[in-house]
T-cell receptor, first 116, second 111 residues
Framework: GAVVSQHPSRVICKSGTSVKIECRSL??????MFWYRQFPKQSLMLMAT?????????EQGVEKDKFLINHASLTLSTLTVTSAHPEDSSFYIC????????????FGPGTRLTVL | EDQVTQSPEALRLQEGESSSLNCSYT??????LFWYRQDPGKGPEFLFT?????EEKEKERLKATLTKKESFLHITAPKPEDSATYLC????????????WGAGTKLIIKP
């Protein structure tokens, strides 16, 4: 139980294009989803928190117009990196949980984005 | 300020050599402490959630314990496949449900 999938697992795109990453909770309804990015040999950095049906809450320093998050249903959240640049190249990971204190976050396998 | 510190940063063990990883924390109102395992190029894999001091949980060769100041992840008779980075995170009191992460312990088990 508690399986989270991400698609695609790897994506290579040209600078200036937009990339969409999907995150799905396969066997539970996730009222809250989180998006992280991780640089090599570093811990996870939270980008934003999204609750189903409401706007995402972005962490300080994360551009909301660049990283568009949509949490349209209890099983799907998407992250769109708009007008991607090489500095956006990173490992993006989503997690899903049921809303509430002490709730476990279950993570997807991650998406490796490379912007040329 | 809420903070999570993991030690050691890296740990090399021989196969079968038991040891412990430490996660110390200072948070206002602990709601949960979480242990994850992360392999290179993959997302974190959930291991344990602990909620209150004195609580213990086990899974195969792993056992997690919790006190009011720290948590230990004990690994008994490890195998090479236990090699990974082990991450500790806590959820503190507050209106959001974000995790505060430690930097992780990279565990290497040599055959």
């Amino acid at each position: 139980g508690a399986v989270v999938s991400q698609h695609p697992s790897r994506v290579i795109c040209k600078s200036g294009t937009s990339v969409k990453i999907e995150c799905r909770s396969l066997d539970f309804q996730a009222t809250t989803m989180f998006w992280y990015r991780q640089f090599p040999k570093q811990s996870l950095m939270l980008m934003a928190t999204s609750n189903e049906g409401s706007k995402a809450t972005y962490e300080q320093g994360v551009e909301k117009d660049k990283f568009l998050i949509n949490h349209a249903s209890l099983t799907l959240s998407t992250l769109t990196v708009t007008s991607a640049h090489p500095e956006d190249s990173s490992f993006y990971i989503c997690s899903a949980s049921v809303r509430g204190p002490g709730r476990t976050q279950y993570f997807g396998p991650g998406t490796r984005l490379t912007v040329l | 300020e809420d903070q999570v510190t993991q030690s050691p940063e890296a740990l090399r063990l021989q196969e079968g050599e038991s040891s412990s990883l430490n996660c110390s924390y200072t948070v206002s109102g602990l709601r949960g402490l979480f242990w994850y395992r992360q392999d290179p190029g993959k997302g974190p894999e959930f291991l344990f959630t602990l909620y209150s001091a004195g609580e213990e949980k086990e899974k195969e060769r792993l056992k997690a314990t919790l006190t009011k100041k720290e948590s230990f992840l004990h690994i008994t008779a490890p195998k090479p496949e236990d090699s990974a980075t082990y991450l500790c995170a806590v959820q503190a009191g507050g209106s959001n449900y974000q995790l505060i992460w430690g930097a992780g312990t990279k565990l290497i088990i040599k055959p």
